[in-house]
Every structure is written in structure tokens, then in C-alpha cells.
């Protein structure tokens, strides 16, 4: 999000400024600086009250904020439904896991279908699986809490570092949609992650940890009994892994050092 | 292309393995372990003799390379020409700016729009131009100084990782397609590279080195008068700047540490 906000400021030649939690990635600072953008590293325990902070200065300020929620950017996700009728033909998933913190991508998604139902170009639309890291849930544990209201969850890091509101504007409004639609919430553990990320690359994507959270909530939601194995479902990769290398520092590949000279040596050993 | 293979390979459960040079990115081995490949990373001071080395030893050990030049890999790279017709309605540019390493790129484009003129669909083919680094030019240089043999550019270095052939097996076939077809050749400094990747980060795009020489070239064709400026260039920008980070330490980002609680102050201070 800071990275397509900065490339797309430049190459519309507007001032931009992504403002950053202290502990993002080196790899997106990068990807975002050498578009031009002015850098603001925040030290602070929750993006949810920097996030607000910044929010509630923006009239003042003169600033146009371009985040979580905002309805150009709703506007924007809501192509995503657009697209995935495109693409499948008409032959929608039965669910959607979308890794979810401050509920943007999901409403998006959400709107889409809405539309394309209100259009009468579908009769049924996929239900939303909200996905979240254990350790950063407002959502999920308001749900596994049969409540309606945000659970804030505060203070807390997770590798999934892309979903880490834990108290998000658009929450509220999701927990609704979630009872009335009977969409599914679930958390996944920071091991879950790590294994279900190792898990997509091994399919072909290397993706992001708050991306491979989706692939580990559907491996819960099966086992526990809520999606059936005849169930189709899509999961919403949104991040390279390259954005993040050091949430896959632990893995351990096989490199092999070797010289040109006894390359033969080797690769008949290998054999 | 190691990155792909690797994914591609781990998705249709093909055993892979992938051969690096000593210098590659840690960005490109993460990448590439976390598919599930056997890295082989080696000590070698030029890339061409590494490739020619497993090569020639492919048939006794058995293993299928896919490589610079293998004729699947040019049937996959001419889709490039379709895509292109495609999207453009028919119009296409003057000249396709190519990173030119093995030369399997450029002859699978060229090859695409071949069979569209062949097929009657287009009149006219638009003009490749190869472009290379100064310091690994084995075609550029022949072109330069009006040879037809490859010139080899060894132990040498250059930003542009992605495109370090010295010896390229199809760069003969290259050098007699520009002169048959008028096509252009340019090779561009370390310096030059670096800079047109942040004018091309500006512009909206961070890509890796390599892809940023094309930028870098078409500027000096212009300077030259072989390009007029009513002449439409496309660019290839193959690959993501996240694959090497490494090239891109040395851009200064303003980058401001900020404390949360005193957000309003510097915010004002920016006014």
C-alpha cells in the first residue's frame, strides 16, 4: 500500500509522504524511497493509534489521506469481485479469505459482488472468510466471542506484519456483515504462518507472511468442520515475499558451494 | 528466470535445481530456496563459461536445462509480441528497447511478431534494440566496431546482474539481425544504469538494473539521433527492483524518525 501510493504519487507527480511503523521492513522502505516519497518512521507499540493520529491531523493539515478505508480505495478493491467473475467465467468460489486489518480489501471485495448481485449479473455471492494473525484479531475474537463490538488488540507484533490494526475504523461494520451474510472469521498462530507460507511457495507463490495467513486459516476452518472438502476456495494473495525476507530468514535451503573446476565432481556425486 | 523456474518447477513437482553465480543477490537465493529448489551457488568469474560448463554436461548427467536459448524458452518469450499487438490495438512502437544477455528475449520477440507478419496480421515489424552494460558488451561491441563475430566480454562485473553473458551462445545470430533489419545496439555505463533506475522509479516503476539499462540506452539513442523523438520506444522492464536491493543502498530516501507523541509538532514543523 505505501509502495503502489508512492509509485502512483510519482507518476502522477504529486507530493506524497508514507508515514511507517518502526518496524517495517527494510526491503518496503526501499521500494518506497526510490520512488521519491518523503519517509515518516514512527516509533510506536500500535499502528492503530499512529494511523489515527495522523487521520484526526488531516483536515489541519492539509493532507489528503489515502488509507484503509477511504471510499476511492473501496472503489479501487471492489475491481477484484470485477475481475474474478471475469476470469472464472462466472464460476465463483464458494469463499473468499481475505487477510483482513482495517477491513478495506474486504469491504472492496465485498461492494463488488453487492453490485454485480444488485445488477442481477450473479444470483449468490461468495461469503468472505476475515483472516487474522492470533496475536493482532479485533475482528475474529469478536466473533469467537459471540460479540459485536472491536476487541481491540494492542501492543502487538505479528509477522504478518501487512494486518496489524488492531483497532480498525472498518471493524465494526465487517463483525455485522460477518453474523448477517454467515461469512466465517479465523486467527492463525505465527508458526501457522511461517509453515503455511513455506506451504505456497512450494505451489508457486512466494508470498508475503500476512498473504500465507489465508492458506493456514482455510487448513483450520476445514479441520474444525466449517468448509467442506467439495467447498471451492479462493485465497486473496496480495504481497511478494520479497517485500519481507527477513520473515523467511529461518528457512533453511540447500546451497551448495562449489567451484567451476570441480563442477563435474559434484554433480556426478549428486547423482 | 532462476526464480521462475524454481516456482513453476515446485508447482508441477519437477525436481529443480538452480546454478547461480557467486555474485548473485541474497534477494534471488531466498526467493528461490523458499520454492523448494537445490541451489547450487558458484565460484566463477565469468557466467558464460559457468553456463557452458553445466551445458555440456547436461546429456551425461541427465538433467534438462532451461536456459538463455532453448527453443521452448523463445516460444514462451514471443507471446511477448502478442501481448503487445494486443494491447495496443495494432499500434505498435517504433522500437522495442531489450535487455540483451543470452539473447533469448530478443529473438523470441522478434520471432512473435515474425509469424504476425507472416500471418498477414502486421505490415511491419518495429525495430529491436539491444542493449547492454559497457562493461559485459559482447555484442554492442561487434556491432560498434562493425564486426559480425561475437566479441567476449570476460571477467568482468556489471550492476545489471540479470544480464552478465560474456559468451553469448546466440549472440552471432543477434548481431547478423541487426544488420538485416536496421535494428539498434547500445551499451550504457554502471552510472548510467543507476540513474535511469531512479528516473524510472520516478516515473512510477522500480525495477531491477538490468532493466533500467534500457532506459539508459534509448536516452543516449536520442542524444545520438538514431531515435527521433517522434519515434515511439517501448521499454522491456523484466524484473522487480526487491530482487536487489543491494543496487539501490547507495539512493538516499528522507527517511524522519518520529516519536508518536510528537507527530503535531514535526507535521507543522513540514508545513
Same mark, same amino acid.
Given at each position: 500500500m505505501g509502495n503502489s501510493t508512492a509509485a502512483y504519487g510519482s507518476r502522477a507527480g504529486i507530493k506524497t509522504a508514507v508515514f511507517l511503523p518502526h518496524y517495517t521492513s527494510e526491503e518496503k522502505i526501499s521500494a518506497i524511497g526510490i520512488h521519491g516519497a518523503e519517509i515518516f518512521k514512527i516509533k510506536t507499540d500500535n499502528y492503530s493509534d499512529m494511523k489515527n493520529a495522523i487521520l484526526n491531523r488531516a483536515e489541519k493539515l492539509k493532507i489528503r489521506v489515502v488509507s484503509g478505508n477511504g471510499p476511492i480505495r473501496i472503489e479501487g478493491y471492489k475491481s477484484t469481485a470485477f475481475e474474478l467473475f471475469e476470469q472464472t467465467g462466472g464460476n465463483l468460489p464458494d469463499y473468499i479469505a481475505v487477510p483482513t486489518s482495517a477491513c478495506g480489501h474486504i469491504r472492496g471485495i465485498f461492494k463488488g459482488f453487492r453490485e454485480l448481485k444488485e445488477a442481477s449479473i450473479i444470483e449468490k455471492m461468495p461469503k468472505m472468510i476475515a483472516v487474522q494473525s492470533k496475536n493482532i484479531n479485533p475482528i475474529v475474537a469478536a466473533i469467537k466471542n459471540n460479540r459485536e463490538d472491536i476487541i481491540p488488540a494492542l501492543n502487538k507484533n505479528s509477522i504478518a506484519e501487512a494486518i496489524t490494526t488492531g483497532r480498525p475504523y472498518g471493524g465494526r461494520e465487517i463483525i455485522d456483515k460477518i453474523y448477517k451474510y454467515g461469512w466465517l472469521a479465523e486467527d492463525v498462530s505465527e508458526e501457522e504462518i511461517i509453515r503455511a507460507q513455506k506451504l505456497i511457495a512450494e505451489d508457486g507463490f512466494f508470498v508475503e507472511a500476512a498473504s500465507a495467513t489465508t492458506a493456514a486459516a482455510v487448513k483450520q476452518l476445514i479441520e474444525m468442520g466449517k468448509i467442506k472438502a467439495s467447498e471451492k476456495v479462493l485465497l486473496?494473495?496480495? $504481497?511478494? $515475499?520479497l517485500k519481507d525476507l527477513e520473515s523467511v530468514k529461518d528457512y533453511t535451503y540447500n546451497i551448495n558451494k562449489v567451484d567451476l573446476d570441480n563442477i563435474e565432481e559434484w554433480m556426478t556425486a549428486d547423482e
Open positions: 486473496m494473495l496480495t $504481497g511478494s $515475499g
